[in-house]
């Protein structure tokens, strides 16, 4: 299985709901209920 990278959202809310509509995503498209490797890089803003 290939592993994907994304960029966290501007708030641990936002990243976890766009993680949570990509593995719903991923169900879908391929009928798998494993999630799909990923690595999930979170960047702190600057003031």
């Not at 719903?24 to 494993?34: L, S, V």
């Amino acid at each position: 299985m290939k592993r994907i990278g994304i960029v966290g959202g501007l708030s641990a809310e936002s990243t976890a709901d766009f993680y949570h509509r990509l593995i719903r995503t991923y169900a879908k498209r391929f009928g798998d209920t494993q999630y799909p490797e990923m690595i999930i890089f979170s960047v702190t803003q600057a003031h």
